[in-house]
């Protein structure tokens, strides 16, 4: 009788702790994971701030031509290089990696520019500065070195200025311009938005 109880006691004990572990383990694994305090926003996290385009940082599926005509934000660069008669280069192989200047961007530019610019008279001044703003390559904002000196495909020259993950890029005339969207993958190159126009000599 006593082997028996004893049987019987333990076999409540097993019975107890599996339970309780079962808790306990069902506890940890739905318990949310601490993340901390939410970082405040410096200009190290602006190189992947999602802009009004509403394209992040991810693939986009299609050439570099698709991707910037679907996306709102790039609407004036998208008139711009078919003013340039450039539209369809965004389509050939590549790679290449454009930092693509945003409607804001455009808009920055004295009254008339950008007018100016799109006549045909000036097709041959727009298609310098169109093409002052892409690289041979895929360049991804990581691999951009503070300092670092990045040739165009107009044969020009870009300034990398960076901090943290935030880059700015400097242009011949000493403008800037600061990479508010990085690494918009696109099947033959990268974008990257930006918040002014560069300008070369």
Known sequence: M???LKI???SAITFV???AYAQTNTNTMNRPTPVGSAPSTTMSDSANRPTQSGVGSKATGTDLAGSLASATDFSTLQTALVAAGLADK???AGPFTVFA???AAF???PAGTLQSLTQPA???KLQGILAYHVVPGNVMAADLKDGQKIKTVSGGTLTVRKKGSAVMLVDAKGGSAMVTTADIQATNGTVHAIDSVLMPK
Request: glycine letters at 4%; charged letters at 35%; proline letters at 5%.
């Open 2 to 4: 006593k082997k028996h």
């Open 101 to 103: 200047p945003s409607n």
């Open 107 to 109: 808009d920055k530019l």
């Open 90 to 92: 965004a389509k050939e």
């Open 122 to 124: 000036s097709k041959t």
């Open 8 to 10: 019987v006691a333990l």
């Open 17 to 19: 702790a599996g339970s």
